[in-house]
């Protein structure tokens, strides 16, 4: 398992279910510097890798299947791809954005073909299967797409399904990833049909969330943003962090058991705005939701979870899996692949 993020870069080893070992490799920011562009950095993080890999003592030869967390493609199906040379041209010369997570299926490809194995990607953000009316919004010129915590979403999805005895595309579920965004989805028949990105949803530790409209429009309009440091604000410097200037929840946790009102006020406020996002996607079904899943590093706070579930307990039952889970999800998503549970799809590239 390949994970790359801004500044780390985390590998796996599983065996089948089991992991033999997770790791994170933190890059030197003075390194990263170095590196103009993100497609920059490929050398160096593919070399740490296998350096890591070598350290460990794995038998590369015993490694039957590589899986990458997904990058920023052009809106796909959910499950997983096979890593091909379309996508790898596609992430190379048209990503939909610049980020690290777009190194994972290349350097994935180029290590698979050394091998002589295949390589997958499963879940990327840009998992997109909203329904035609939830894409519709008062512009013409807009249009919602499906982009949010989509690996960690579905894993607890499909987790839960399993738990319960019940087939996941038989499920109504409305899961909420809360960790430093905030994004939620609805998965009816097998699809997340459904979506509340994080820039229309709740406020999280570090963004903003929904805002009102006029306002931002006076604001983004005043002069003294532009482009990019408007999309700053509201994106590494809203939430907890405008409010508190920290984006660690345990942090205002803390703050709230010493007797913090303002602590108190903003972390429940949180909480409310994910639970009445929750109700959003449940009339979409018509309030019929089997279950309620609060997944994501937020999760592990009770504090949190009571107040949403006593909010939202009426539409649903609601399940804590808290986590990220990622190397795990990856894991697991391939694992169905190689077993012949899932297929995968075949990328092909679009341009422009």
């Known amino acids: 398992m390949i994970n790359p993020g801004s500044t780390s870069t985390k590998i796996a080893i599983y065996d089948g279910e089991d992991p033999l070992f997770v790791e994170t490799i933190e890059h030197d920011r003075k390194e990263l510097a ?114 949010g915590h989509n690996l ?59 805002l009102p409209i006029f306002q931002v429009i006076k604001m983004a309009t005043s002069g003294k943003y532009d482009y990019k440091s408007m999309m700053k604000k509201v994106r590494t410097r809203g939430g907890l962090m405008a409010y508190f200037n920290t984006t660690d929840a345990r942090e205002i946790e803390d703050r709230v058991k010493d007797g913090d009102e303002k602590a108190a006020l903003v972390y429940e406020a949180l909480a409310h705005n994910v639970a009445k996002n929750i109700g959003k996607l449940a009339v979409v079904v018509g309030g019929r939701v089997d279950a309620i899943i609060l997944t994501g590093g937020i999760a592990y706070s009770t504090m949190i979870t009571d107040w949403i579930k006593e909010r939202v307990s009426f539409i649903a039952p609601v399940k804590v899996l808290p986590g990220e889970n990622e190397m795990e999800a990856l894991a697991l998503g391939a694992l169905r692949v190689v077993e012949g549970v899932e297929s995968a799809h075949e990328f092909m590239r679009e341009e422009g």
């Open 34 to 147: 170095k590196y103009t562009e993100i497609m920059d950095q490929y050398p160096m993080r593919k070399k740490t890798i296998l350096s890591l890999l070598e350290d460990k003592d794995i038998d590369m030869g015993s490694i039957s299947t590589i899986v990458a967390r997904g990058g920023l493609l052009p809106p796909v199906k959910s499950g997983a791809y096979r890593v091909n040379e379309d996508m790898v041209y596609q992430l190379k010369y048209y990503p939909q954005n610049e980020h690290a997570s777009n190194l994972g299926a290349i350097i994935a490809h180029s290590i698979s073909q050394d091998l002589g194995i295949d390589a997958y990607i499963y879940d990327p953000v840009t998992v997109d299967e909203l329904e035609p009316i939830a894409r519709i919004t008062g512009l013409p010129e807009m249009e919602r797409k499906g982009m």
């Open 152 to 210: 960690n979403m579905r894993a607890s999805a499909i987790r839960y399904a399993e738990e319960v005895g019940k087939p996941y595309d038989e499920l109504s579920l409305i899961v909420a990833h809360l960790g430093g965004g905030i994004t939620l989805s609805l998965h009816k028949n097998g699809k997340m049909i459904d979506m509340i990105s994080d820039d229309e949803g709740p406020f999280s530790p570090e963004r903003a969330g929904g």
